[in-house]
């Protein structure tokens, strides 16, 4: 059977491409789209798999097979092709882009044998912020870096390149912020519970609490569905994701730029919450902090001074973000009394009001690491270059 004609015209574009090459190698324009456009493909479909493997994890026992795993290892799949063909043929990215890509995929690839033989010793692994998970992350967080690094090096100026910059910075935050998700869903789980409700299955339940050791009680729930300390969520939010925003502001260079990757991947969470919650999924708490403070994080760079606008940038940031969560949370109470625990947009994790110092100081560190790092950066030369004609 001979192929489609879609698929051999498509061959017969690709094949001259395919030739050993260095990083920084002169890349046709049309070729240098469909590289990042591809990786646009491969971190939706991740992104997609992940938002739903959340809500699975709190309904059902694990299964290496769920569909979510599936779905998200369709995308690890076209990154993995996307990373060999930029370590082959050199096209669409400089040393150093090519260099995060690759270790970040070889971080991930590590990290899924290991997560599964955690997973065949441990059981539930009950907590997403476990060693294993964590490797997951970082691979991602490296390989989105160097993807980062290659567009804004190699894609010339004008709409185009500040909108794709704007959604990988999107899938970037998604993947800091996921780990945050065990408590979004986790506090509304511990409220379903405490409305004489449950979103796990029996199986799930019955199977954390042996291995606690515990009999299904709201103990148990309490340490499968928040098993981390209080601090821990506001603390990281405001150091990395504000942290990504900075970042994103720094290089995609335009007033509100912050506000739109933060508004991109909460519009996100906040469309997926009825398709999973209508389907019989569990619920998650939406971190509508994030545009807040985004917001401030774009009206901090009116002012020019690099030092002075971290130092009052993370000041009002924190303030405004810790302000924004203890709102969401006080009407997690109103929203459980009028819709009795199956409901809760807007509720927020629990919040330790203490922890805000060392967030600021956090946030301020990352704020002037990541001035100082743009800066530097932006300032070398490009090595990546997109030609203007197409042909190999």
Known sequence: MKPPAMFKSAADWALPYWTRGLPGRDTPQDLFRVLYYGWLVAFALKVLGSAWD??????????????????????????VALTVVHGYT??????????????GTGIFLVAVPLDL??????????????????????????????????????????????????????????????PEQHQEYGILS???????????????????????????????????????????YPVYAV????????VARLMIGRFGAATLVAASYVGFRTLIWPLLTYTGFPPSAV????????????????????????????VVVTAVAYGTLTVQSSLMGHVYG????????????PLATSSAVWAGLGLLAA???????????TRQPIEARVMATATP
């Open 54 to 79: 959340v809500s699975w994890h709190f309904k059902w026992l694990r299964d290496d097979l769920a569909p979510p795993h599936l779905l998200n290892s369709v995308g690890t799949a076209l990154a």
């Open 90 to 103: 050199g096209y669409g990215v400089d040393k150093a882009a090519l260099r995060l890509i690759q270790w």
């Open 117 to 178: 033989i955690n997973h065949r010793v441990n059981g539930l692994d009950i907590t997403s912020w476990s060693p294993s998970h964590i490797m997951l992350y970082l691979g991602t967080f490296f390989m989105i870096a160097g993807v980062v690094r290659g567009w804004f090096t190699g894609a010339p100026p004008g709409r185009e390149r500040t909108v794709v910059l704007g959604a990988f910075f999107a899938f970037f935050l998604e993947n800091v912020h996921f």
């Open 190 to 232: 511990i409220g379903a519970w405490d409305n004489h409700a449950t979103y796990a299955e029996p199986i799930l339940l019955r199977f954390a609490a042996d291995q606690m050791g515990r009999p299904v009680d709201r103990v148990m729930m309490t340490g499968f569905a928040l098993p981390v300390p209080d601090f821990l």
């Open 239 to 246: 150091v990395v994701g504000v942290a990504v925003l900075v």
């Open 287 to 314: 971190p509508f902090f994030l545009v807040v403070g985004a917001i401030f994080v774009d009206l901090a760079f009116a002012v020019r001074i690099p030092v002075v606008r971290a130092v009052l940038g993370s």
């Open 338 to 349: 009028l819709l009795k625990g199956q409901s809760g947009l807007l509720g927020a994790p």
């Open 367 to 377: 704020w002037l690491a990541a001035e100082w790092l743009v800066g530097r950066r």
